[in-house]
């Protein structure tokens, strides 16, 4: 090596070793180790030799070294131990990093420890609290200092002791956190007990003593103490309620016993749970069903009731209960708190009390009712003629109460008129006969002014030896009689005013049947003067047809019964408008029963009429939508039939098709049968559809599907001078909609299309988009909100609609067609199901130019409707079926298909005949298959039947439709599983797999949970 090359490398040595020098100098200065210092100090030794080999070297501008073997050697050495030196340092750059960030943690944990909300300990392995913060010393009463280092059983209840230490044992052993709280007690300092709630968790960290735990403890004192309390209160309650004397019920507000106490038990003979199984019309008497309704209404907040009711006892004994309820919370619901006591003995004896009571009191009660009561004044006055008995009416005549008149005499009470009143009192006396009609006039109390007329009877009163005991008067006031006679004259007059000023028409007749009278209403209405009409008859101002009715019914019927009610004629005006009116008539005779003249009424009912034929018209279509709705059903019942048939054929089919070689001419044949038997399943289910039997959930539609499908259904229908043009852009989105009302809606506008062109050449256009509508076009739309919509256009060529129709098209039962053409309800069924959806119907149209219809449907933003699977092949099976269904055909088919797969079956065709063989050995059977629409009893009657003997037995129902919700009531039930007829071998074998399987899986579930 050079000279110049071997002072260049010792001057970078050099320079390396001062460097690294300096290096763990500033780290011995920041990490205070010694080592690190040493370390600095024998760097910077092996430094020093070599520089001063470069001084020594020095001679003038130049450094020139000769080394050494030695020397290189030297060189060597040091520079390794600078590499060592660098590794060194990194090694304790980063233990100082972890150094800072432990010591920055365990800064954030005691913040965290001391603040925390709930009482908190560091505990050891020995279960010594090595650190507590504030919060539990203030749960506990103790100092920090006081607790630091003492040991659990300091503050723990001695009976909690032991479920403490396996917690903490727990913990220890297997660094378990405490996931399920455990709820202790703890000793507070001044002795006093505190309800805790304890959690407790490993920590990261470790003392010289072994691993720290963190307990936290919870204050629920309060809550704790609560809870006892209301064990406690409830348990007083309970002991009340068993051992109370008087009946106690509970029922909820629906009428549901949730309690019955040992003494109304014993009151009603039944026990408690024979009480809450059995409805509560058992043992209510009938007559007290009332009572019962108005004893619920006490659930509700403040409710109060109280009454004597009437309950059957368990042996038939009906007794008396006086019932008290009120109301009453429990478990958080309003119930109804009844204390009942047998009052059937008191309220027998109160019975007969009443009856005895009566017997004794009946005549006398009576005739002082009567007395009382009877509209004239009476009076009993002795032989001295003295006052015994009067009423009300005759005291208050003569200006007096009862109570002064009795032991006086008239003298004392109408002085005025006493003296001629004794003289008829005399007279009775002596004669011993009545006196009667006997006029007395006398002043008004208070007033001697107004005079009052009565009219008086005097009867005597005679004891047993047939002698005058005294005499009783009756007096009548006359006064508004005589009033009444003398306005007589004024009241006629009053009468004739408003028979001329009544609001409807009267006239009078003769007794030659002619006018003598017609009053302004009548004169007004038909537009003559009196002048034109008196004298003539009234028949006169009838049509033809009414004139003839009144000569042969309402004249006649007039002299035989005297009078006639709301008898209908039509009246002619001057300028001959036609009146519908209502006539009734009264006669008059004279004492010899002779016609002296009639008074009749009319009635002016033209507008009410016409109301009435236009509410006849409407009743007429109502009758032909509900013929529609009877071949709906018709439709229905027959679509059913048609699908076992189809089943039938079916499972035949498939059977065939098992036994013959694949590729064949047969096994083509059979599968040609099973695919137009599967193509009248599909319009069996259009059927369906149309007829309403098969009105599915709302789901995810493709509009375009729908058109595509009812178009197959429309061409039977078109002529050959209609042309279609189906502009239908891909990729429309879905919408959330009934898919048989979006067909509905569809073959709707478009029949109403081909009907307007069946006169001349058309075009039927139907375009299916998507447009966005922005918040500008809620002035353009303002039904819908802004999004993305599906719209559907239907549009025709036709003969277009009036401005009159399109004011009324959407409304029930308007239509334009011909009688047998249309019942008027498509548009308006259209129109409802389109808001149901939230969308809206646009209508345009001019006559002779065509029709378009623009529908808008929300489009749904969810996920669309899951594919479905291809049908599978079935795997074989051993289960044991009962099969139910009233079709001879279809269920024997179905049999052979499933004992060809393995399955054991049972069939029958009478539902109570199945029943019945279920009943003798339930368990015989994995698995039951019914049909729903059977004689006697339907599929869900026999499911419930089945499930009463058996609860957990799977069951699948097959329907041709769902009528009435039959799906819904059967998952209510319980059923597992619902066919849609018409099935195959391959569907009804996958349905009992897929049952039996989630039965499995559910009791698996089960038993693990």
Known sequence: MGKQSMSFLLIISVLLHISGAIWCASLWKQDGDWRVGAISLAVLAMSVHPALKIVDSYHGSEIFFEATMGETLDFTISLLVLLCVAFFGSFLQERQRTQVAFSQSEQRFETIFERAPVGAALVNQDMCMMKVNDELCNI????????????????????????????????????????????????????????????????????????????????????????????????????????????????????ELIAANPAYCKMVGYTEAELKNIDPSSFIHPDSFPQFEEYLEAARPGGKFRSYVRDVCKDGSIIDVEVFGSHFMYNGEPHVLGVMHDVTDRRRAERALKITERQLLE?????????????????????????????????????????????????????????????????????KKPLLNVELIVSSPGSQDEKRHLMLNYHPVLDENDDVMGVTVAAIDITDLKRTARLLETSEQRFKALYNKAPVMMHSVDSHFRLIDVNEAWLNKLGYTREEVLGRKPMEFLTEEFRKVAYEVGFPKLMADGSVNEIPYQMVTKDGKILDVELSARREVNQDNVFQFALATIVDVTERKRVEREHARLEERLLQSQKMESIGTLAGGIAHDFNNILAGILLCAESAATEVPSGSQVHEELNDIITSANRAGD?????????????????????????????????????????????????????????????????????????????????????????????????EHPELKPGRYVTLTVSDTGEGISEEAKTRMFEPFFSTKKVGEGVGLGLSVVHGIVLSCGGKIVAESEPHTGTTFKIYLPAFEGANKPEI?????????????????????????????????????????????????????????????????????????????????????????????????????????????????????????????????????????????
């Open 140 to 255: 506990l009463g103790y100092e920090k200092t006081e607790l630091a280092g003492t040991g659990f059983e300091r503050i723990t209840h001695p009976i909690d002791m032991a479920d403490i230490i396996v917690l903490h044992r727990s913990m220890v052993e297997e660094s378990n956190c405490s996931n399920h709280p455990l709820e202790k007690r703890l000793i507070r300092r001044d002795g006093s007990e505190c309800w805790v709630m304890i959690r407790g968790a490993s920590l990261p960290m470790s003392t010289n003593e072994g691993p720290l735990l963190l307990i936290q403890f919870v204050d629920i004192t309060e809550k704790k103490l609560s809870e006892l309390a209301r064990a406690h209160a409830e348990e007083q309650y309970r002991m009340i309620f068993e051992n109370s004397s008087g009946g106690l019920t509970i029922r909820s507000a629906d009428g």
């Open 363 to 431: 005549q006398y009660e009576l005739l002082e009712h009567y007395y009382r009561s009877a509209p004239v004044g009476l009076c009993y006055l002795d032989k001295n003629y003295r006052y015994v008995k009067i009423n009300e009416v005759f005291a208050k005549i003569n200006g007096h109460t009862v109570e002064e008149h009795i032991g006086k005499t008239p003298y004392d009470i109408v002085p005025e008129v006493a003296e001629y009143a004794n003289k008829r009192f005399q007279k009775v006396l002596d004669s």
């Open 683 to 779: 319009l069996v289910r259009q059927i369906l559809t149309f007829s309403r039997k098969a009105e599915g959930k709302q789901e995810p539609v493709n509009l375009d599907e729908i058109i595509r499908e009812a178009f197959v259904l429309l061409k039977a229908s078109l002529s050959e001078n209609i042309r279609i043009e189906l502009n239908l852009e891909p990729n429309v989105g879905t919408v959330l909609a009934d898919p048989s009302h979006m067909t509905q809606i569809v073959m709707n506008l478009c029949s109403n299309a081909l009907h307007a062109m069946k006169k001349s050449d058309g075009v039927l256009t139907v375009a299916l988009n998507e447009e966005v509508l922005s918040e500008d076009s809620a002035f």
């Open 869 to 1009: 699977e291809d049908e599978q092949k079935s795997e074989l099976g051993s289960e044991r079926i009962l099969l139910v269904d009233d079709e001879e055909f279809f269920v024997r088919k179905a049999a052979q298909a499933l004992k060809k797969l393995g399955h054991k079956v049972q069939y029958f065709t009478a539902p109570m005949r199945a029943l019945e063989a279920f009943s003798l050995d339930a368990d015989s059977f994995d698995i039951v298959i019914t049909d729903y629409k059977m004689p006697d009893m339907n599929g869900l009657e026999l499911s419930r039947e089945l499930m009463n003997l058996r609860p957990n037995i799977p069951i699948i129902l097959i329907t041709g439709f769902d009528e009435g919700g039959i799906q819904a009531q059967g998952e209510m039930l319980g059923i597992r599983k619902f066919l849609m007829k018409p099935i195959t071998a391959n569907k009804l074998s996958d349905a009992i797999r897929n049952t039996l399987d989630s039965e499995t899986k559910a009791a698996t579930t089960i038993n693990i949970s």
